[in-house]
C-alpha cells in the first residue's frame, strides 16, 4: 500500500491512546505536557513594587524638580526587598527604596538614587545614599520606576493551556504565580531495537561485511532530545522467530517500541515478516525520500511499534515526521509539528519528484536571512550518516515542486539541540 507523510502520520496518531495523568511537584514537571489548564493563583508582581534602587515619594513633591532646581526631601526610613513595612510618607517626604520592595501606600513614584543628591558632610554628592535628607534633580510622574499589581499576568489570569510544552520559562511563570503542583501526562516508556546481524557494538572487531552499530545511539539520543530516556536498548540479529517474540513480550511491557531495520522486501527483512503477525501493525510504501518503508501500529500485548527503516538517515527522518509527533500526542501534547522556517539554497539540489524529499541540511544565518547547503551526498541520502551527523536541520522540497535551483527559498525544520 502506498500513502503519503500526512496520510500516514494522521493514521499513526489516529491510533494511539493518551498516556495515564499524574500530579508531580514543579520542580519535576520539566519537559512533560500538561494535562490541565492553569490559572495564576497570584498576581504577577503580587503588589505594586519598585522597578529601582532609589526613593519612594509623592510626585507631586517633585513636580518642579530639576538639576538647576532640586527639591530637597526628609528622609524617614528604609523598604529593602522582603521587608513588610509600610511607612507613612507625608508631604515633603521619602524613603529609600529598594528593587522589588513594595511601593508604600503614601507613594506613587519612584525616582531612581542616580537622579538623586545625597548628603555628604556639609555638601551633597550625586548618586550617593543620603541619610536625613535627599536633593532630587528629576520631574518624576505618577507610577514611574513602579511595577503595578498585576500588570504582568492578573490573578487568576491563564498561565498555561492543556496540551502545553513545560519548557524552563513556563515553569518559571508556574512558580511565580503560586502554583506548586501539576498535573501532567506520563512519560512514554520506550524501549530502542536495532536489528542486523551486520551490526557490531563499540570496540568489536568488523570482518568484511560487519558495520559499526550507530542507529540504537541516535534513537535513544533522540528519544533524550524529547525528555524521554529510553528504559531499554537492544541489538538483535535477523531472525524472524525469535523477533516475533521479543515484540510479544515487548509490547506488554512499555508503551513504544522503536526498531530499526529489517523493514526492506529482502529474504532477511525480519521485522517486516515478524510483523506481518500483529495485525494492529501496517506495512505502507510512503511518497518520502529518503524513508518510503514504513511499519507502524499497535502490538497485541498494547504497545505501539514504530518499526523504521534500517538506513540510517532514513530511520532519523522516520523518527522525526512519525515517531516524534506520536510520542508528543501520546503526552497529550496540542501542537506535535516544528516551526517552519523559510531559508534560502546557497546551492541548488535534485529534487524527489512525486516525494516529499527531506534532506538533511546545515542552516545558518546569512546577512539577510536563513541559508541552507546539503549536509550530504546526493548520491546516497539514506545511508549518509557521516554528512547527516552534520547536519541541524532538513530542507522539506515538496513532491511537486522537482528541483532545488541556487538562490530559491526552501521550507526547513531545525532539529537537534
Ligand atoms: N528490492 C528492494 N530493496 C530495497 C528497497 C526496495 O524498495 N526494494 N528499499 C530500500 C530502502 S528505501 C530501504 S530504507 C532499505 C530498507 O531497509 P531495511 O529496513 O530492511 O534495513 P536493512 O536492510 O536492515 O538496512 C539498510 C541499511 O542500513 C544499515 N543499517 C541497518 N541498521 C543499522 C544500524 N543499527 N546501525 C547502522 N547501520 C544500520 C544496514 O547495514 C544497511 O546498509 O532497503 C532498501 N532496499
Ligand atoms: O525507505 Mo528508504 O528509507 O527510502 O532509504
Partial sequence: MSTTVEAHRAWILGALEPLPVRSLPLAEAHGRTLAEEVRARNAIPLWDNSAMDGYALRAADVAGASAETPVELRLTGEVPAGSAEDPAIAPGEAVRIMTGAPLPGDADAVVPVEATQGRRGSGWDAGAWSDGAVRVLRAVGPGANVRRRGEDTPAGGRIAAAGSPLPAARLAALAAAGVERLRVRERPRVVVLATGSELRGPGEALRRGQIPESNSLLIAGLLRELGIDAVEVRRSADDAVSLAGTLRELGERCDAVVTTGGVGPGTHDVVRIAAEQEPGVRAVRVAMRPGQ??????????????????????????????????????????????????????????GAPGRLQVLPVVVSQGGDGLLCVPAVNLRGVSHAVGGHGGANGYALVEAERGDVASGEDVPVILVGA
Fill in 293 to 350: 518503508l514504513q511499519c507502524a501500529g499497535r502490538l497485541a500485548g498494547g504497545a505501539f511499534l514504530f518499526a523504521l527503516p534500517g538506513n540510517p538517515v532514513s530511520a532519523a527522518v522516520s523518527f522525526e515526521l512519525f515517531v516524534r509527533p506520536a510520542l508528543l500526542a501520546m503526552q497529550g501534547r496540542s501542537d506535535t509539528g516544528r516551526l517552519r522556517l523559510s531559508a534560502r539554497a546557497a546551492e541548488g539540489w535534485r
